[in-house]
């Protein structure tokens, strides 16, 4: 166990809809990272948050959205759902930038 | 922009071989390099990283080296096990500490 808590660990849902994945980093992370993990794909950076603040944002698309709160949780917001958008999301913690990050289980997002 | 080549994709040993896997990443101010394995339907998982400080870093069957020069680093794992068998990724980083994976590496070890 990492430490790192992601729900829901499955999602399956309908083309156009939107759902939302939670992250709950370590505690003490203050860097929450969102990655997006395709069939037979690697792990594809989509944005960063540092203390409630967003830091670096990847190849994320408008249709998706991302918060920190002030507990330091952090939510990944995915709308207008395509059957591309398929995929396993993985929510990663660390205590800054520049320590390692640990990896929670991720999400199986499932759109039909 | 920012890029990490990893080869090879797959890789195939006997139990007891050595297996190397080789990345390349494009952004100069990159200092930190990590490997992830990751097991089938699992997260990934550190095994072992190194900063751009150190040339080689050593931890019992598993090694990486730094080519800060050539922009390269190199997993090695000796006397390799059939459990090693899983998907290996490197990831090289700045201070912002975002990731960025390679593509993977599928490693068989066949007993």
């Known amino acids: 166990d990492s430490g790192v808590t992601q729900t829901p660990k499955h999602l399956i849902t309908a083309t156009g809809q939107r759902v939302t994945l939670r992250c709950s980093p370590r505690?003490?992370?203050?860097?929450v990272y969102w990655y997006q993990q395709s069939l037979d794909q690697g792990l594809q950076f989509l944005i960063q948050y540092y203390n409630g603040e967003e830091r670096a944002k990847g190849n994320i698309l408008e249709r998706f959205s991302a918060q920190q709160f002030p507990d330091l949780h952090s939510e990944l917001n995915l709308s207008s759902l395509e059957l591309g958008d398929s995929a396993l999301y993985f929510c990663?913690?660390?205590?800054?930038?520049?320590?390692?990050?640990?990896f929670g289980q991720g999400t199986r997002l499932t759109v039909v | 922009g920012e890029n990490v080549e990893q080869h090879p994709s797959t890789l195939s040993v006997q139990e007891g071989d050595s297996a190397v896997i080789k990345c390349t990443y494009s952004d100069s101010a990159s200092n930190y390099f990590p490997w992830y394995k990751q097991e089938l339907g699992k997260r990934p998982q550190l095994i072992i990283d190194i900063r751009s400080n150190v040339g080689e870093k050593k931890d019992q069957r598993i090694a990486v080296t730094l080519n800060k020069t050539a922009k390269h680093f190199s997993l090695h794992i000796t006397e390799t096990q059939p459990e090693d068998s899983a998907v290996y990724f490197c990831?090289?980083?700045?201070?912002?500490?975002?990731?960025?994976f390679g593509q993977g590496t599928t490693l068989q070890v066949k007993p």
């Open positions: 990663a913690s660390s205590v800054d930038m520049i320590t390692e990050a640990f």
């Open positions: 990831a090289a980083s700045t201070d912002t500490g975002k990731l960025i």
């Open positions: 505690s003490g992370d203050l860097s």
